[in-house]
């Protein structure tokens, strides 16, 4: 017995050795752009959405209005609106009634992207962590290094440039070169991508519907706002041709559960993008910060009222 104890010790050692240096490799928030928002702590207020939310809607850009605002959203692949990403949400959102959740919507987040997935069993998120993870606002995430992370361990300690950072409010900072030429590039092909899209694409019932739920949940926390991101002029015409009414659909929604729509997806082609579909820092920065003053301004007015 003694001796299976001494080596049950030293495996465990051993484990620690190496699992404890990975650990803190990834808690940089270089290693990978999903980590650090699955260990952080339970929030008041949280950003929703795909990647566009991701790197362009700041957190701190909305310090006055929620201070522990975090920025809970991931991509098209991972958090499109459905059940799996409303439970995660379940998930991070902390017991109180005066939160601020910020739901940043377009109609690709609302789409079944192939013919097949149009049936909840074939939902693309079903294959990715957000469907399946069992451990959220844990620290270290030993789930998610061990089962989800899709590159061998060892690259961990490999010197790379790394051209994105997770930031522990879960703002994914992204440091590419935008020299026109390179996001003309990066926007040819991005545009490539979402020409598939809406040619098998369409919106889905089920992912509206599934909007419709995380709006309703959210509201028993706190308040509550739609908001449609600008992007690259190239890619806006795309979805003004997909989804020509979405900004009706949008704005009925949010009559439906008296909440705000904050549109700013007019502007697009006004502000500088990576790749046509995501905005660059500084761009995110500058909408994020008039996002919060909008809400700001519709705070105050319903104050005034009352």
């Known amino acids: 017995m003694k001796t299976i104890l001494i080596k049950a010790f030293l495996l465990f050692g051993i484990a620690a050795i190496i699992v404890l240096p990975v650990a803190w490799k990834f808690n940089s928030g270089y290693m990978d752009p999903f980590y650090t928002r699955l260990t952080t702590d339970k929030a008041p207020s949280l950003i929703i959405g795909t990647s566009r939310a991701a790197q362009g809607l700041h957190p701190q850009a909305f310090e006055e209005l929620a201070p522990k605002m975090q920025n809970f959203a991931f991509t098209l692949s991972h958090s499109p609106f459905g059940p799996a990403y409303l439970n995660l949400i379940k998930e991070k959102v ?63 300690f490999e010197r790379k440039h790394r051209t994105m950072k997770l930031h522990k409010n879960g703002w994914l900072e992204v440091n590419v070169p935008v020299d026109s030429s390179v996001v003309a590039a990066r926007i040819h092909t991005k545009v490539k991508d979402y020409k598939k899209y809406a040619e098998h694409g369409a ?65 697009s082609g006004e502000f500088l993008t990576t790749d046509g579909n995501h905005l660059y820092k500084e761009a995110g920065r500058a909408v994020s910060r008039r996002v919060a003053k909008d809400i700001a301004r519709i705070m105050q007015m319903a104050n005034s009222k009352m």
């Open 203 to 267: 919106l889905s019932a089920l992912r509206i519907q599934a909007l419709k739920e995380t709006i309703e949940f959210l509201k028993t926390h706190g308040e509550v706002y739609l908001v449609r991101l600008p992007v690259a002029k190239e890619m806006s015409d795309i979805e003004n041709k997909y989804a020509p009414s979405f900004d009706t659909l949008a704005q009925r929604i949010a009559n439906e559960y008296n909440i705000h729509y904050l549109n700013y997806f007019m502007e």
């Open 94 to 156: 902390e017991e109180v009634k005066d939160g601020l959740f910020i739901i940043a919507v377009d109609p690709w987040a609302v789409s079944s992207l192939t013919r097949q997935e149009a049936a909840p069993e074939n939902f693309r998120e079903n294959k990715s962590f957000t469907s399946k993870i069992n451990l959220v606002n844990v620290s270290p995430n030993y789930e998610y290094i061990l089962r989800f992370y899709d590159e061998p361990l060892y690259h961990v």
